[in-house]
């Protein structure tokens, strides 16, 4: 079992910066880790969408709407990933989800709001 927990969301100015971070937690990492951690959003009356995802050897993937605006890293020792928004839009406003893959399931934490003003 992998707990996560988002934090760093808020509210920013259009053109603005947030970094969040999603902190992974559980009594088995020494044995196995964990593989993909990713970000999603979900906008109001939206689906959850992909935002970011980085494999347990650094190989990342972006959501079109964020390529060359958002980062995504990993710490592996400190079981920690982390989206850097850069030059943030309205449209970014959502809550931001991040996911952990790990021995097969997939792990859900409570989510950050991130609300972007025009």
């Known amino acids: 079992q992998v707990q996560l927990a988002e934090s760093g969301g808020g509210l920013v100015q259009a053109g603005g910066s947030l970094r969040l971070a999603c902190a992974a937690s559980g009594r088995v990492f020494k044995v196995f880790s964990i593989n993909t951690m990713a970000w999603y959003r979900q906008a109001p009356g939206k689906e959850r969408d992909l935002v970011a995802d980085i494999s347990s050897g650094g190989i990342t993937t972006y959501a079109d709407s964020v390529k060359g605006r958002f980062t995504i890293s990993r710490d592996t020792a400190k079981n920690t990933a982390y989206l850097q928004m850069n030059s943030l839009k309205p449209e970014d406003t959502a809550v931001y989800f991040c996911?952990?893959?790990?021995?097969?399931?997939?792990?859900w934490g409570q989510g950050t709001q991130v609300i972007v003003s025009s």
């Open positions: 996911a952990a893959d790990y021995r097969g399931s997939r792990s």
